[in-house]
Every structure is written in structure tokens, then in C-alpha cells.
């Protein structure tokens, strides 16, 4: 028999219409949507708050991610609120009183070729100086660490170490988003679904309200919360934001008895693999390179994906594909978020995630409840603000340390 | 012939018994069998129970919505009723949940690409008549089915001549049997899975007839054993020639099951009832089959254990059979269709999805189009193949004419969702083993949308991904929310694959060697021979150092840096990226790319220049030479060739499309030999005849075009990533061998990629991205001289933001341990000496590079360091969690500072 998964709620939400105006109104039902309300809540006493969504309930990307959860990023500004959302992560299913799966299991990034070693070293050293938990691994622990990976010298790019970070790990996407949702509406904060925004109202350079299939809404301040289609969503307003939207995909296997103990990740043998609590491997790898709003990608990237994944794990070679999914992930051009203020007054965006803001989802809520509450950013996000493309302060996790997700 | 296999009829083999093993006990079926029907044969009906309530589940399709008999086979978890039988087929029953083993697969997947006028996805009878129609008009028609034998629905119908369409004799008509159309993407590329090989075929039309599923019935207890779709019921029976069960009653809510009835009776298999959702079933059919038809009802229950023994009808009636065959309706098999972006609509006379419009250029027809006569099938088919060949510029477009046959009636079906009966026994997905009560359990916690249902109640999630459970779960909460119809509550999103893949298909060939093509140069048989360690740079394989007997590879390298230093050595160089950029309007083109200038650069002259992104950090480098007046060969790092030629590529086509240049890698053209060391001049002089060495006829930074002494003709060029006096030798990749065999023979040490790094390191030359990660801007390495202060060039206005003017940047610095035998590990972070090592710890920077010095006698480094110039002879520290290695802040240059050596 296979494992069950955990008993969601007797309830979970109201479904109320919309009233006519709000302290807050965060466009964007997502995981990070969500967690904004929360804390909103929580930390602030805010709870005159509506979500809008304009299909159901983190069925965007929170729906859609491979659940990767750490925060070994090399940058002091990435490690600070990356490692703030982990600590959060760790106390959340208690909080929340859900169980979300988290499961700390292990996070390895492997590397391939010397410059992979130097940037793995370098990311480890920086992480422990951090106070993040991080350790370089050589081949023969990678074997012992995740048995089936193929360390075998005579692979087309063999595995010359990965780096580890023990509390990372993987948790239910829907499980989390519904874990928020749950205790926002709790609070009374209105989740509304089926309420796309469609205009803003406006005075002048201040932002009013929104303008929705459901009707306007004023609000004293709007957070945009809209991941891939921010951009989008900012043009209605005039705004014009560095960000580039381009499909991901993931997919599943069937369920398999458990074979895979940790996370792998490779960049350079690009594929990510862990195996989710039911029992199906769910991978990914790099965004289809074209810029697009449809949820879905090519089949080619799916096939590198799966060559990527046998090279690093033979043992894979029978199990099936039963489904493909895409979403659509907002770029920046340093890969790291945009947390703040716009030239528009009582306007706010977060977005920029891209391919790895899964796990920043407590942190991104904490940080722009606080903007939101306060009209300012939180230390946190405030190197993540929107000026950076104008300063130069970029921080660039691209680059540097080239590992998505 | 077993009690279950029926005495004649049937497409099987009964002069072929195959033997095989399910569970580890022996069985023997018949060629022509799947595995499920061979077990039905042998009276097995009972497969593994359900994953989690361990409940005793059957066989409950004929196809590839099974959810119950899952069975694993050669380490693959696969349905039994699409598993063909063969000899020694070994297979174990599995509650859904497969197993990998280590052990290895021999086979080879491969792919094929193709093109074709007209695709036809489904061999049923709307399939094979819209092949016939568009083959015989000669466009290129695919024919693909996922079954071992074309017919589709024909194959389970008696009395019907197979051979009609005629396929064969077209000659552009390919048939691809056993083929799954998976995938559908944009510009109607269709990914079809045939056993071993992944066709991707791009088709000018396509026509779906991908025909429809079956429903099961939702009641208490419709999980039992014997419990089947009545369509399966009948391909066993007509198909296979097998019987699941010698007493039968029929539930339905259509017409289909009365022919299943029919057929049912002249196997000479008891038909007990029919029970018809209806009040007024089509009293011809009702006549016709001569059975009790209980109207106006539904099944509610089941009785028996490992079997069916009974059903409910009500509360007050019962009536024993040995199976229960049921008919919830049918569903279109729209997932193609869904999958390229067809939008669906529900039709309350069907009670159905059926597709409605679509973007591309594709027809749906059949059953697939809810269309489920016979006569009606083949028309609609041949119609859309004769105009999909049309419209693919072939033929008239007038349908071919038709076999005649039978008519056969569809009238209005009576959706059964929801009975009475304890609802957490009423399973909605067997292979989840989730109910209605899981699904009033969703809605009731205020879930209004299907796709939150599905995730609450894992409903659609399974291997089968919701092909039998799908709809029904939509009709039940459609029910519960009292929407009007399910049409209000909406499908989920149907997703690529339509049926598994295996990963080893979609993975192809590109496994091992082929995972990433290996490139080699022409001298690697050389290096080989003599004992090259290689490492890998992008796809190439470069040698990494010659260590000689009884050398580990610190003292090869110490060594070969003591010869590049002292004596002459020799380095393959060949793997360097080479573009050539022509036109008249290469020079400003290059101007504008680089930040210094290269349009008066005079021919026969090379410049070594950067490249930055738009964010004025460093992208790459490298020499540039300039041949003729609209000619350069610009050089770039070994693994960022393709970035650069795309790089230069997007900047030409999208912004600068007026500039008249073109680029053509040529990397694979010129093998390229490093001649390098204090004796490289005389060493060459006999190899070079007719140039003039001497520093003062052949300037550095220039090249000359010559003929070596073999007759080869070369390109010589005096650069230098070594300080010392260096030439560089380039061939034809075809004299590369043996040029390199030349130079060899005058005793110049062969030396590999690491004392590259050292010698240009003592010198203090960085490598980008080993010295650089994106972050790092020329200013930065110390090299403001290469950017020109008169020309604009991409990257240029980000010098002027203030983040890129900040004085503590990370800047190139050199260190020199404390201890000279302390070698720093690239990757150190660095550290003010005094701050307390406790997280979180300020960093100032990084180790990019570290080395022994064979020309030092000692270790140092390069590293970034914020504002790293103003440290220069200050002390910091390297925590590496159990030591600290202390190093002093240098100039990033340790040797020949004054450059004497370059011109020997
Ligand atoms: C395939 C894939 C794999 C990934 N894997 C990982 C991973 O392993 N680890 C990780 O950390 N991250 C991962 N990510 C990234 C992560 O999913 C996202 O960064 C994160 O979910 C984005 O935040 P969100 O949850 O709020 O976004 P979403 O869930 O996309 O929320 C945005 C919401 O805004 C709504 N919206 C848009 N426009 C409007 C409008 N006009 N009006 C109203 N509502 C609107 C959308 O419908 C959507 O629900 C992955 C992403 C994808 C696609």
C-alpha cells in the first residue's frame, strides 16, 4: 500500500464577494499573495484585506513548482532573506496548524567541472560565514549521501562533488498555499477568486483602486503579487518593470516505491530531482528560452531534461512520465526579486521570483507586509528594490552562482 | 481451450499458445492476447488490491484507462490490458506503485523526425476513413494507432471487413500501429511514442479520431471485482474470445450497452437485466435484446467479496450475476485536442465534453466528436481526410465511397451522478481510492473550483490521470455545488503525455558519449599518446597536465611551467572560439561590441579586447586579429564560442540590422599551437622560413601569413598569455596532427590547461568567468584602460551608474600566504583579520585562482576584495571552518611586472 498523505481541513475558506473598498488589496492569489495577507494579519493586525485572484487559488505557479526549499545562496542580501524564510518554514506547520509535508531532507548541488568545485566551494564558504548550514561534499559522499546517484568516472561530465545543505528540503505547494489561506480567512481577509484585475484607478501618479471583472475596489494600498504576469499587470499602470516572462516546466513520474532520498540538483547536467511524499519523482530543469504567457513549452526541453536526468541517475531508465506541466516565471535581469515601492504612489510590486520563489514564500509575505503596513521596505527587502536596474546594485545570483530553482 | 475462453470467434491465435507468468504462477493464453485478456481466459479477474485501503479490485477496462490491473514487467510499471502477450512474459500485480531496479537497459530508444500533408491520430473507423480519403489523394498521410491491430472499436464488432481502406496500396501512407500520439504542441508538432522510437512529426493537417472512453457508474461497492466497463466487456468477448462472466447484468445510461447485450447473448453468455438510468429506453432495443430492462434505474450497490456476487437496485431489488457491465456514458477522448489548445463545451444530449473550437489546423472526428454511429463515423472521417488532403494541396477534396453498414442508434443518454448509498463506498477513482464522500468533503470545506478538488481529494492524479474518474467527479461536484449542469463546473486541463513515456524514450540517444557531443581537436591522439590527464572545458576535452612516470600532477605542472619559463614548451590552443566577422561595417560593428576599438586596428595586427553585457560587466576576451579591410578573426574563451557568436548575432539582427557584416564560426577550421618559452624563436626559426623572427621585423601583437617548412600554410601570430616570448602557430584543422608533431620534435615540453592558469596568473591575467562572475566590471580587474572613453559600446552608460562608481567594489587583487606553503583553496571566502569568526561574518571577498609557483618557489592568489586596492599590503584572513590561512594584499601581478620578457 502506498503512503496516504495527511487530512486536509473540514474547512478552508469563505468565498465572499468583493466589498467596495479595502486598507489593503493584493492583486494575485499566489503562494506569495497569500502569505502577504497572513502576515498581514499577524505581524500588523491588518486584516481589512482582500486577495484577488483571478482563477482559483494559487493555481498559478504555486500550483506548479517542484517545491525546492533552501537557502544556500551565495549573496549576503539572497542568503539573509532566503535563510529568514527557511527558519519560518521550520516553524509554519505548527503555526499554521497544517501539515504541509515539509521535509527537511537535503538539498545537493552537483558539481561537474572544476569551475562547478570553485563555485560550490565559494558558496559554501560564504554560507557558513552566513551562519547558513552548508557543506562540501567529495564523489564518494554524494554516493553515500544519495545512493543512486552515478559518480562513475567514465560518465560524459562525472560528478566531481556537490555541495549539501542538510535542512533544505522539499513541502506540499498546495498544502502551504492552503495552510495561509486557511488562517487568512480565519482572519477575516476576503479571498476572492474569479477576480481577474483589469485597470487601475488612478489620481494622476497615485494609485485609487482596481478595476476588476468583479467590479472596482478602492484600496489605500495595492500590492501586486502576480508572478508571471506582472508584467503584464504593470503595463495596465503604465509601469514598464525589467522582468521577462518565460515557461518552465516540470513534470512527474508515476508512484514509485522510494528510491531517491534527498533533492539533486545539476546545472551542468541540467536536471533537479526529488521524490514527493506519494512517491512520484518530480523534475525540472531550465526555462524554455522564449518569451511567453501560455502555461505550457516544448517537448525538447522535457527530452534534455530526461537524457540530463539518466546520465545522473541510470536507475530512472523505466520509470514513465505521466505528466508535464508549465508555468510562466518573471525574470529579472539579476535573478534576484524586486520587493518594493513603484513610481506610483500606494502601488507595490513584488515580483521577479522566477524559477525559485517557492521557497522564499514566508519571507517574501513577511517582508511585504511590512512595505505594505508601513508604506516602507523591511531591511530585508530593501536591497531588492526596484532602483537597483537604475544604481547598479544588482545582485546577481545568475552569474555568480548560476543555480536555479 | 480453458472454461473462459469462448469456443470460437475472436481475433486470437488458437493455434499459438504463449506461455506466461503472473504472480509467479504459470498460466498459457493465446497470440492476439494481452495480458488481461489471457488472465480473464484463465479465469483471473482479481488483480492487486486497491493502494489504499487494500480493497480487492478487477479488471475493469479493455485499453489504456485501466486503473486497477497495473502490473510491473521488466522493471516498467505498465497496463495489463494494453501488455501484448508474448512467451515468458513474467509479470507481478502492483496496487499502483512501481519499482525501480538497478538493473541495466540494453535497449535503444531512438527518434525520428518527419513531415507529412495529413496526420491521422486513431485507426477506429473514423480514422481508417479519413486515412483512405486523404492517402488515395497521394499527399503523405501518418496513420497512427496505439493498438497492435487497426480497427479500433471494429475490432471489438463482428462481422466487419477489416481490409476496406486499403492502406497499403498507397504509397505515400505510412502506418504506424502500436504508436500513441503523447504530445501535442504548437504548429500542429505531434510527438507520437511507438515502443522503442519517438516520432516527432510536423503535420500540415491533422484529423483527431481519437474515439471516446467509456464511464463507469458511480455506486456503493463499484469497486468489486467484476464490476466492467461494458465496452470492455465486449472487446473480451468479441475481441479475445474470452468471457469475464457467464451471468451478466448491463447498467447503462445509452443506448451502446443493448449491442454489448446482443453481442453478449450470441456468445451464448447470460444476459440477467439491463438496468437503463431512462424512463423510456428506445423501445426497439429494448424488444430487440429480449431481456428484462429495469428503466428509470440505477444500480446502487454490489454484493459478494473477491467477486461480484449481486446488485442492488434500490433498496428492494437484487439480482445475482457473476459481472456487472456498465455504461456511464461516454467521453470523447479530447485530450489530444485539449493538448493544442482546443477549447471543449459540455452537451447536456450526450452529457458529455466535446470539442468546440480550436487555433490550429486540425479536424476532430468520430466518436472523439461525439459522434457515435458507424455510418456517421466513417462519413464524418472520410470527409475531413479528403479535405485536410485538399487543403494540404492534394486532391478534390470529395470523399471516397463507404462500405455499407448497419444502422445502429444513439439517443439521448441520462446521466447518472449520484445515488443513493453510504458515499464513502462509491469510489470516483479506483486507482486513488477516492469517493464522494471525499469529494463532499472538498466542497463542503468551501472548494468551488475542480482543480481544488482534485488536489484535496488527489481524484485524476493517478496513472491514468483521470481518464475514467475524471468526468464523473466532475458530475458529482456539479451536484453538490447544485450547478446547473457539469458544463458549469469545467474540466481540468488535459496535459502532455496522453499515456506514459518511458524516460528512457523521451532520453533517446542521448545518453552516455552522445549526452553532449565530445569534441576533440586534431592533436588529442597526441595527447592521448602521451599520457594527457584531460578535463572537460564546455564539450571540449582539453589536457589538463602531462604528468610523466612516477609525477603526480602538481609536479607535471611545476614542471611544465619551469620549461614555458626557462625553455620552450608547447600548448594545443585549438579550442579557443574563432569567429570571423566580414563586411564593410565589421570594424564599427566591433567598435561597438568591444570596449576598446578595433576599426583602425591595422591589418596584420592583433588587439586582445573585452566584451561586457548590457550591464557593463565583463562577458569575454580575447584577441582580435584583422586580416583584410572588411575582415577580422576575433577569439574568444573556450566554452563561451557559442554565447559570443549568439551574442553578436542578437545585437546585429535585432539592434544594429543596417550594419553590413556577417559571422561565421570558424573554430573547427584552425588548429592552433602556443610556442612558447625564451627558446621558442630559435626552435621555430627552421620551422618558419620565410618569416624574419626578430622582434623587430615581427612586432608582438602582429601575425604574418606564411608557409611552414613542410609546405603547410600557417598563420603565425605574436601573442602571449604567458609574459614570456610566445608564437602562435595556426593550420588547417587537417595539418593540425602534424604540425603539432613538427613543433614536438624540437623538444618543446607539452604542457595542459593548468600551467596555462599559472603563467598567466603570475602575470596576473585573469580568466574569465574564473576570475570574474558576472559582477565584475573591467574598472574592476583594474583594466580601465580597455575602456575607450570616445566610443559607445554595449555596456558603456552602465559605467556611469552609481553602483558601478562605487571605490569599495570588489576589486582584482593579488595574495601572497603568510606561509608560503600555504595554498589557498579557489572559493575562500576572505575576512578583515580581528572580526570574531562568528556567523554572521562580514566577507570582503573571494579566492578566484590559487597556485604553486615553480617561478616564485611559493603559493599565491588572485582574488576579489571589496575595495581591494586600498588594501594593498594589508593583511586578511581565509576562515576555512577548522584553520585560517592569513595572506597579504598584492599587486594581482608577481611576475616580470615590466614586461622584459615578452620579446625575448
Ligand atoms: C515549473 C516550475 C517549477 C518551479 N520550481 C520551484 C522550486 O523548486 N523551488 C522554488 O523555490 N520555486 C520554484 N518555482 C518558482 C515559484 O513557483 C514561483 O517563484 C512562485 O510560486 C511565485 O509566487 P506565487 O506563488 O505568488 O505565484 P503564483 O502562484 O503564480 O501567483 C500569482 C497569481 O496571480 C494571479 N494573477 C495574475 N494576473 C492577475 C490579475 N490581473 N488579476 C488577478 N490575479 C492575477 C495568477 O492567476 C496567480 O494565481 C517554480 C516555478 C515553476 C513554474
Redesign the pocket.
Known amino acids: 500500500m502506498s503512503a496516504v498523505l495527511p487530512e486536509h481541513p473540514e474547512f478552508l475558506w469563505r468565498n465572499p464577494d468583493p466589498r467596495r473598498s479595502y486598507e489593503v488589496v493584493i ?7 497569500l502569505a502577504t495577507a497572513y502576515y498581514l494579519a499577524r505581524n500588523h493586525g491588518i486584516t481589512n484585506v482582500a486577495v ?4 482559483w ?13 533552501r537557502s544556500n545562496y551565495l549573496w549576503d542580501e539572497s542568503a539573509a532573506i532566503y535563510e529568514h524564510a527557511l527558519k519560518q518554514w521550520e516553524a509554519l506547520p505548527e503555526e499554521l496548524d497544517y501539515d504541509f509535508l515539509f521535509s527537511q531532507r537535503g538539498v545537493l548541488n552537483l558539481a561537474h567541472t572544476p569551475q562547478d568545485v570553485r563555485e560550490g566551494v565559494r558558496r559554501v564558504n560564504a554560507n557558513q560565514l552566513n551562519g547558513v548550514d552548508a557543506e562540501w561534499l567529495n564523489p564518494d559522499q554524494v554516493k553515500e549521501f544519495c545512493p543512486i546517484v552515478d559518480i562513475s568516472p567514465g560518465v560524459r561530465y562525472p560528478v566531481l562533488g556537490a555541495t549539501l545543505q542538510p535542512r533544505a528540503g522539499i513541502a506540499k505547494h498546495d498544502h502551504v ?1 492552503w495552510a495561509f489561506a486557511r488562517t487568512a480567512d480565519e482572519h477575516g481577509i476576503d479571498l476572492i477568486q474569479d ?4 485597470g487601475f484607478l488612478r489620481d494622476g501618479d497615485k494609485i485609487l483602486g482596481v478595476q ?1 471583472t468583479r467590479g472596482p475596489i478602492m484600496a489605500d494600498r495595492i500590492g501586486l ?5 506582472t508584467s ?2 504593470a503595463g495596465l499602470a503604465g509601469l514598464r518593470l525589467p522582468l521577462q516572462s518565460h515557461p ?3 513534470l512527474v513520474s508515476e508512484l514509485l516505491e522510494p528510491v531517491h532520498p534527498c533533492v539533486v540538483m545539476s546545472n551542468h547536467v541540467h536536471v ?1 530531482v526529488s521524490q514527493a511524499h506519494k512517491g512520484e519523482l518530480v523534475m ?1 530543469a531550465g526555462v524554455d528560452p522564449y518569451n511567453s504567457y501560455a502555461q505550457r513549452g516544448s517537448v525538447h526541453v522535457i527530452e534534455r531534461q530526461m537524457a540530463a536526468a539518466l546520465e545522473l541517475f541510470p536507475i530512472f531508465a523505466r520509470a514513465h512520465v505521466i505528466r508535464t ?5 518573471d525574470v529579472t535581469p539579476d535573478a534576484s526579486p524586486i520587493i518594493g515601492a513603484t513610481p506610483l504612489a500606494n502601488l507595490f510590486v513584488n515580483c521577479g ?9 514566508p519571507a ?1 509575505g513577511w517582508v511585504y507586509a511590512h512595505t505594505l503596513a508601513t508604506g516602507r521596505a523591511h531591511p530585508l527587502n530593501e536591497p531588492f528594490a526596484l532602483e537597483r536596474f537604475t544604481t547598479g546594485a544588482l545582485i546577481d545570483e545568475h552569474g555568480a552562482a548560476a543555480v536555479a ?1 | 481451450m480453458t472454461a473462459h475462453r469462448l469456443p470460437n470467434g475472436g481475433r486470437v491465435d488458437r493455434a499459438a499458445p504463449v506461455r506466461f507468468t503472473y504472480d509467479g504462477k504459470r498460466y498459457t493464453g493465446l497470440r492476439g492476447d494481452t495480458l488481461a485478456s489471457a488472465l480473464i481466459a484463465n479465469g483471473v479477474l482479481e488483480v492487486a488490491p486497491s493502494s489504499y485501503r487494500g480493497r480487492p479490485r478487477g479488471i475493469v477496462t479493455a485499453g489504456v484507462d485501466e486503473p486497477n490491473a497495473l502490473v510491473l514487467v521488466d522493471g516498467s510499471l505498465l497496463p495489463a490490458t494494453t501488455l501484448e502477450l508474448h512467451d515468458g512474459l513474467s509479470a507481478t500485480g502492483r496496487s499502483g506503485v512501481g519499482r525501480l531496479t538497478d538493473s541495466t537497459d540494453s535497449v535503444r530508444h531512438d527518434k525520428r523526425y518527419v513531415h507529412c500533408d495529413v496526420l491521422v491520430v486513431g485507426g477506429g473507423p473514423a480514422g481508417l476513413a479519413a486515412a483512405q480519403a486523404a492517402g488515395r489523394t497521394g499527399a503523405r498521410t501518418i496513420l497512427a494507432d496505439e493498438r497492435t491491430e487497426l480497427g479500433g472499436t471494429l475490432l471489438a464488432t463482428k462481422g466487419f471487413d477489416l481490409s476496406w481502406p486499403g492502406l497499403a496500396e498507397f504509397p505515400e501512407t505510412r502506418v504506424l500501429s502500436r504508436t500513441t500520439a503523447v504530445g501535442y504542441y504548437d504548429q500542429n508538432y505531434v510527438v507520437l511514442a511507438q515502443r522503442n522510437t519517438l516520432w516527432h512529426v510536423r503535420a500540415k493537417r491533422v484529423v483527431l479520431a481519437t474515439g471516446a472512453h467509456e464511464r463507469p457508474l458511480v455506486f456503493a461497492d463499484n469497486d468489486r471485482p467484476g464490476v466492467m466497463l461494458a465496452s470492455a466487456v465486449r472487446e473480451y468477448v468479441n475481441r479475445y474470445a474470452v468471457a469475464p462472466g457467464q451471468n451478466v447484468v448491463l447498467a447503462t445510461t445509452n443506448d451502446s450497452a443493448y449491442q454489448v447485450a446482443l453481442d453478449l447473448i450470441a456468445a451464448g453468455i447470460t444476459v440477467s437485466a439491463i438496468v437503463d438510468s431512462r424512463p423510456e429506453p428506445p423501445a426497439a432495443l429494448v424488444n430487440q435484446v429480449g431481456v428484462e430492462v429495469i428503466t428509470g434505474s440505477a444500480v446502487t450497490g454490489t454484493e459478494g467479496r473477491h467477486r461480484v456476487s449481486a446488485v442492488h437496485i434500490g433498496p428492494d431489488r437484487s439480482i445475482p450475476c457473476d459481472l456487472l457491465a456498465v455504461s456511464g456514458g461516454w467521453n470523447p477522448a479530447v485530450h489530444m485536442f485539449s493538448q493544442a489548445q482546443g477549447r471543449v463545451r459540455y452537451e447536456e444530449r450526450i452529457a458529455a465534453f466535446v470539442p468546440d473550437t480550436c487555433p490550429q489546423d486540425l479536424e476532430v472526428v468520430g466518436a472523439a466528436n461525439a459522434t457515435y454511429e458507424l455510418a456517421a463515423c466513417l462519413a464524418e472521417g472520410a470527409a475531413a481526410g479528403a479535405r485536410a488532403a485538399h487543403l494540404a494541396g492534394f486532391g478534390g477534396g470529395t470523399a471516397p465511397e463507404l462500405p455499407p453498414v448497419p444502422a445502429e442508434s444513439d439517443s439521448a443518454h441520462r446521466p447518472v451522478w449520484m445515488v443513493e448509498g453510504d458515499e464513502t463506498l462509491q469510489f470516483i477513482d479506483l486507482q486513488r481510492d477516492s469517493t464522494v464522500a471525499d469529494i463532499r468533503r472538498a466542497t463542503g470545506a468551501g472548494l468551488r473550483s475542480v482543480e481544488h478538488v482534485k488536489r484535496y481529494t488527489t481524484v485524476g492524479t493517478g496513472l491514468d490521470q483521470g481518464r475514467t474518474g475524471g468526468v464523473p467527479a466532475i458530475g458529482v461536484i456539479a451536484e453538490l455545488l447544485g450547478a446547473s449542469s457539469p458544463g458549469e463546473v469545467g474540466t481540468t486541463t488535459y496535459r502532455p503525455p496522453y499515456t506514459p513515456v518511458s524516460f528512457a524514450l523521451l532520453a533517446g540517444r542521448d545518453r552516455g558519449e552522445l549526452h553532449d557531443p565530445i569534441r576533440r581537436t586534431a592533436m588529442h591522439s597526441w595527447h592521448v599518446a602521451h599520457g594527457a590527464v584531460f578535463e572537460d572545458v564546455g564539450q571540449w576535452k582539453r589536457p589538463h597536465h602531462y604528468p610523466r612516470a612516477g609525477e603526480d600532477a602538481q609536479a607535471a605542472v611545476l614542471r611544465e611551467c619551469t620549461a614555458a619559463r626557462t625553455g620552450l614548451a608547447m600548448m594545443d590552443a585549438s579550442t579557443l572560439g574563432k569567429i570571423e566577422v566580414q563586411g564593410p561595417d565589421a570594424g564599427e560593428f566591433l567598435n561597438r561590441m568591444y570596449t576598446n576599438a578595433f576599426a583602425k586596428l591595422a591589418i596584420g595586427s592583433c588587439r586582445y579586447g573585452m566584451l561586457c553585457r548590457a550591464d557593463g560587466m565583463v562577458f569575454d576576451d580575447g584577441v582580435v586579429l584583422r586580416l583584410a579591410e572588411d575582415r577580422y578573426l576575433t577569439t574568444t574563451t573556450t566554452g563561451n564560442a557559442a554565447a559570443v557568436l549568439d551574442w553578436f548575432e542578437e545585437w546585429q539582427q535585432t539592434e544594429w540590422p543596417e550594419l553590413r557584416v556577417r559571422f561565421t564560426s570558424v573554430t573547427e577550421q584552425w588548429a592552433t599551437i602556443a610556442v612558447v618559452g625564451p627558446g621558442s624563436r630559435a626552435a621555430l626559426t627552421p620551422l618558419l622560413p620565410d618569416l624574419d623572427l626578430s622582434a623587430a621585423a615581427f612586432g608582438f601583437m602582429t601575425f604574418r601569413d606564411t608557409v611552414l617548412c613542410n609546405g603547410v600554410p600557417a598563420r603565425v601570430a605574436r601573442v602571449s598569455f604567458s609574459g614570456e616570448l610566445a608564437f602562435e602557430i595556426n593550420v588547417a584543422t587537417w595539418h593540425g596532427l602534424s604540425t603539432w608533431e613538427l613543433v614536438a620534435n624540437t623538444g618543446a615540453t607539452p604542457y595542459g590547461t593548468e600551467t596555462m592558469h599559472v603563467l598567466r596568473a603570475e602575470k596576473g591575467f585573469v580568466i574569465v568567468g574564473q576570475d570574474t562572475d558576472g559582477t565584475v566590471t573591467p574598472q574592476d580587474l583594474g583594466m580601465d584602460w580597455i575602456v575607450s572613453k570616445r566610443k559607445d559600446f554595449v555596456g558603456r552608460r552602465s559605467f556611469s551608474r552609481p553602483d558601478t562608481a562605487r571605490p569599495d567594489r570588489r576589486q582584482l587583487v593579488g595574495l601572497l600566504p603568510v606561509d608560503p606553503d600555504d595554498l589557498l583553496p579557489e572559493g575562500a571566502q576572505l575576512v578583515a583579520g580581528g572580526v570574531p569568526l562568528t556567523p554572521p561574518v562580514p566577507m570582503l571577498g573571494h579566492v578566484t585562482s590559487s597556485y604553486r609557483s615553480a617561478a616564485l618557489g611559493r603559493t599565491f592568489a588572485l582574488a576579489l576584495v571589496a575595495g581591494g586596492r586600498d588594501l594593498i599590503g594589508r593583511e586578511l584572513l581565509a576562515p576555512l571552518g577548522n584553520r585560517v590561512i592569513t595572506a597579504t594584499v598584492t599587486e594581482p601581478i608577481f611576475y616580470d611586472p615590466e614586461g622584459t620578457r615578452r620579446d625575448g
Not at chain 1, 492583486?27 to 499573495?33: A, C, E, I, K, L
Not at chain 1, 484577488?52 to 482563477?55: D, N, Q, S, T
Not at chain 1, 506541466?325 to 516565471?329: A, E, F, Y
Open positions: 492583486v494575485g492569489g499566489g503562494g506569495h499573495g484577488l485572484e483571478r482563477g487559488l494559487a493555481g498559478g505557479n504555486m500550483a506548479r513548482n517542484t517545491t525546492i526549499i498555499a477576480c481577474e484585475v483589469t476588476t503579487a502576480a508572478a508571471g504576469h503584464v499587470l518552465l516546466q516540470a533537479y525540472g506541466w508549465g508555468g510562466i516565471v521570483w522566477g524559477t525559485g520563489g517557492f521557497k522564499a514564500t517574501s530553482h
